[in-house]
C-alpha cells in the first residue's frame, strides 16, 4: 500500500532563516505530488504541484519554492523566512492522470 | 479559476442526528468532487467522492450528492456520533486542470453528546 511522510512534524524558526521540508511516497511510481499551505482555521492553498522530476508549477506567488530532486521526494524550501509563512504545510500524491488526492500528516510551521 | 463556496462554516448537531454541508461551485466542467475529514493537527483523510456522471454515492453512514445543472453537492452523515466530530472540507476539480483541487473553506462539525 502507498504511504506519504512528512517532516519535520513541526518546527519553529526565526524570520529571515531557510526552511526546507520534505515529503516522501512509498508504494507507487511517478505520482503527481503536490504542497498546500493551511492558515490557522482556513481552507486549502495548492502552493506548487509536480508531475515528474524536475517538473515544478507554482501556483502562487510566495517566498517558497519547490523541487522535485527524485521520483517519490518533493520539497519545499525557502531562503529567508517571513512571519507570513506561519501555518500547517500539506504535501499530497495521486496517481499520474488520476482525480484522487491522498494527504499526508503535515508540517506545523511557527516563524518568530 | 473555480471557486467553491461551503455552507455553513460551523454546525453543531446532537449525536444521532443527521448533519448536510453544501458546496456550490463556479466552473461547469469541473467532474470531481471529492470531501475530506480533518482531524485536529492531522492532515485531511478523503472520505468519499463522486464524479460528474453520477447523481449520489452512499458508503454506510455518509452520503454525497450532485446537481450539475444547479453546480452543488451536499455531504449528508447520518446517526452521527462523537468521532464525526471534524473539520470537512469539499472540493472540485477538472481533468483539463491536471485535476488540481479547489477547495471549500470548511466546516467544523461538532456533535454532542
Known amino acids: 500500500s502507498q504511504t506519504i511522510h512528512q517532516w519535520p512534524a513541526t518546527l519553529v524558526q526565526p524570520v529571515g532563516s531557510p526552511l526546507s521540508l520534505e515529503c516522501t511516497v512509498e508504494?507507487?511510481?511517478?505520482?503527481?505530488l503536490y504542497w498546500y499551505r493551511q492558515a490557522a482555521g482556513r481552507g486549502l492553498q495548492l502552493l506548487f504541484y509536480s508531475v515528474g522530476i524536475g517538473q515544478i508549477s507554482s501556483e502562487v506567488p510566495q517566498n517558497l519554492s519547490a523541487s522535485r530532486p527524485q521520483d517519490r521526494q518533493f520539497i519545499l524550501s525557502s531562503k529567508k523566512l517571513l512571519l507570513s509563512d506561519s501555518g500547517f504545510y500539506l504535501c499530497?500524491?495521486?496517481?499520474?492522470?488520476?482525480?484522487?488526492?491522498?494527504f499526508g500528516p503535515g508540517t506545523r510551521l511557527l516563524v518568530l | 479559476g473555480e471557486n467553491v463556496e461551503q455552507h455553513p462554516s460551523t454546525l453543531s448537531v446532537q449525536e444521532g442526528d443527521s448533519a448536510v454541508i453544501k458546496c456550490t461551485y463556479s466552473?461547469?466542467?469541473?467532474?470531481?468532487f471529492p470531501w475530506y475529514k480533518q482531524e485536529l493537527g492531522k492532515g485531511p483523510q478523503l472520505i468519499i467522492d463522486?464524479?460528474?456522471?453520477?447523481g449520489e454515492k452512499k458508503d454506510q453512514r455518509i452520503a454525497v450528492t450532485l446537481n450539475k445543472t444547479a453546480k452543488h453537492f451536499s455531504l449528508h452523515i447520518t446517526e452521527t456520533q462523537p468521532e464525526d466530530s471534524a473539520v470537512y472540507f469539499c472540493a472540485a476539480s477538472k481533468r483539463s486542470n491536471d485535476y488540481k483541487l479547489s477547495f471549500g473553506a470548511g466546516t467544523t462539525v461538532t456533535v454532542r453528546a
Open positions: 508504494g507507487t511510481s511517478n505520482p503527481n
Open positions: 499530497a500524491w495521486s496517481a499520474g492522470g488520476a482525480e484522487t488526492q491522498y
Open positions: 466552473d461547469s466542467a469541473s467532474n470531481y
Open positions: 463522486i464524479r460528474s456522471n453520477v
